[in-house]
């Protein structure tokens, strides 16, 4: 009944997997970076940095998330107050908006293929109002502009519903009663958004934010299904390196250094949002 | 006078009613916002392949089944698909099997070492996991699980076992600590208590959790497409044949990754954001 | 036979001790009430005795045989919890058959015996219920035909009507009382209320930060309390207490009274009466009224009596307005006095 031994019996398969499949690949991806051909060596950063396409692929990484996450941000916003504020229809609303939680980042970039294609919607679209006359070419090699702006739409189409279901979480949290007093005090609905909602979400609003961001820096297949080798970001070059150019090391190197965006990034935001305890609700 | 005093109570009333329109229009803003890309994809999964190549595109499906025949037939289609389902089905046994008694032991006992296991978990999200894939892949090479389903499965499980723990965690933490106690003075020993009233009730809050792994492993595209050559799952499939693959191949394939997964959310609807929300606080 | 003997049992939460070596013994069929504020361990007290816990030190003994090292299910207990604890995905039925399916009796019996407690409990007609479908007060009975069914020789209840409202707490409480007369058993019923104690229990064990402080029937609990915490718990409104100081001849004076009081060797000590054990006029207190509250059968009037506050309940008809000077004559075989720094009885 009150074996000592029953929590750690009950944890230990967990923790083993857990060691063998993510802490010891996770060693030696690190092992990995840091070699080649058994000398320690940091010659992979190099060839990993003065590779042409190093300066496009992180800035194009680093852009992405960069526009996307506010967005994604504000439209979590926005569908978690409307469905906290929904009577009638509110379920089906909220399974509407967490739709895309099922779907792979593969369908969602061909989805958005759809769109864009050049025998797409869009343009099918387009050309019915007469605003084209011929379709257009939304993902070729020459409209990098577009392939990243169609990339932008199919992520936030994708990924908002990530960020809003822990805001809808965040914001069932804070009591009806808070509201009630500031309308009673006077507050617009605007204010009584920005002056108790936001300051209350404060820890749904970090969590949500580091899990988006950390998910950006892996944007993988959306990227591949629509722009192919026409827009590089970090996640497809690693693949590239390990596959095509057939270099473990420097793609190890290349993981390492998603691995480290994402821990800078968290550890800002852990520390820009932090809120005391006493503070929360 | 009457009129005078009715004006205010009729000012108020009506603004509210505006607020409710604006409510209800950005709700159906939003939603057709999800669901239109869906469907646009649908239309052409269920038209013949001149049709999904043509332009202009026509907004109505066809409902022929010529893309979706050609796709079923089309060389290791039918394989992939099978290939994900086992591989899916996998990850959701080893999920709930080393998660579920994890995310029971850590809402039951307090114990040295909890925090570090916690911390454990935690950890593993802020790493972009499927970067695991490269070293695992030589580990399996040398083991003989590269390019098994049971391999996949491994990584895949590593991606879902923190969400198995956390929700089987707050799962467990909702069911009072009273019943269980009640059942042993009852007669009960730990495990006839647990099977008797602890896992009925929590029955359908696992379920959904199994679904949910399932779902994670049924869309994950990264460390597919590195795992797996020969037994390649869909999402691998579709990734390397991006380049080659015709159109309404590529549409039909996003359709079967979408389908199924707009199943399992509907399934786990009444989890979802308890289960999302939860999972990440 | 089912005889509780707690012997020496002490209980640590980390650097926190919640009970510190607590002896304690009830005889067969005695209905014991732990009585105390939150904290105090009368909660911990039983769930060590249940089964829920372990102690730090010590020893429990149910029926002659030692138990501490035992899980609940061997100890001959049953236990109605204070969230009633009632298995949400059951019947009412199977939930009061529950323990006895446990013990694998035969389907008959087992009818038997959940028809008879359901009856006894009034809920005859919810058996085939879900406790979701149930009020609170039903969800309790159901607690209590459970623990009933299982015939058990010791029945613990953990603060079981204080989740209830008022009307019906007065109203279980009296059907408690008749119920588990009736059936014999030993019981430990623990409660923060002490007109609830005073109701129920052939003894009470009043509890203060982890120690037994006095354990005596309720009316010597009342008129004798063994110390001032026991005084102050117990009596609504609560005892009232007066510095006294020595006097020659081994008297004291109380707010300008002397009065024959115990020996001590304290220049100061306190003087204690309970609010309806004074009578106002004749040789008594110096008190200056302050409020007057008409309760209907009587008036509790609150005064100013050597600085400190005094309640006295005096008769309806009493004519008293606020700024009275009057004098409050204490009974003299009820006069009680405690110990300043000890806090005993003298």
Known sequence: ?????????????????????????????????????????????????????????????????????PIQLTMALLMASVVSRLETGRSAALYVFAIPLGISDLAAGLIWLAIFDQSGFLNTLLSSLGVVDRPVMFLGYQSKLTIFIAVALAEIWRATAIMMVILVAGMGLIPKEYYEAAEVFGASPWQRFVRITLPLLRPSLQTAIILRVILAFEVFAVVAALGGTNLPVLMGETYNWQFTLQDRNVAAASALLILAISIGFTLFFLRVLRVPKEARI | MSVATETPVAGIADAHKAGDWLLIATAVLLCVWVLLPIYLLIVNALSSPDQVTAFPKRFFPSFDLGSLSFFINFAGVARALWNSVIVATLTMILAIGFGAPAGYALSRFDFPGKGTFRFLVLMTRAFPLPLLALPLAVMFIRTGLDDTAIGLALVHTTLALPFAVLITFSLFSGIPVELEEAAWTLGCTRWQAFRKVILPLALPGIAASAVFAFTISWNEVFAAAVLTIENRTLTAFLLQSLGESPLYLKFAGGAALVVPALIFIFAVRKYLFAMWGIANR | MAEIAIKGVAKRFGGFTALHQVDLTIADQEFMVLLGASGCGKTTLLRIVAGLERPSQGEVWIGGRRVDHLPPRERGIAMVFQNYAVFPHLTVFENIAFGLRMKKLPQQEVERRVNRTAELMHIEQLLKRYSGQLSGGQRQRVAVARALAMEPDVILMDEPLSNLDALLRLEMRAELK????????????????????????DRIAVMHQGRIVQSASPVEVYRNPAARFVGSFIGNPPMNFIPATKAENGSWTVAGLTLSGPKSDKPRIEFAIRPEDVDAGGEGLRATVRVIEPLGPHTLVTCDVEGGLFRAILDSNASVQVGDDLRLAPKPDRIRWFDPETANAL
């Open chain 3, 178 to 201: 008749g119920v588990l007369a009736a059936s014999k058993t030993t019981t430990i019923y623990v409660t923060h209320d002490q007109v609830e104690a005073m109701s129920l229990a």
């Open chain 1, 1 to 69: 009944m009150h074996g000592k031994a029953l929590p750690y019996l009950l944890l230990m398969p967990a923790t083993l997997f857990l060691c063998i499949f993510f802490l010891y690949p996770f060693a030696l991806v690190a092992f990995e970076a840091v070699t080649r051909d058994g000398a320690f060596t940091f010659d992979n950063f190099r060839t990993m940095a003065g590779s042409w396409k190093f300066p496009v692929t992180v800035r194009n990484t680093l852009l992405l998330a960069a526009i996307v996450v």
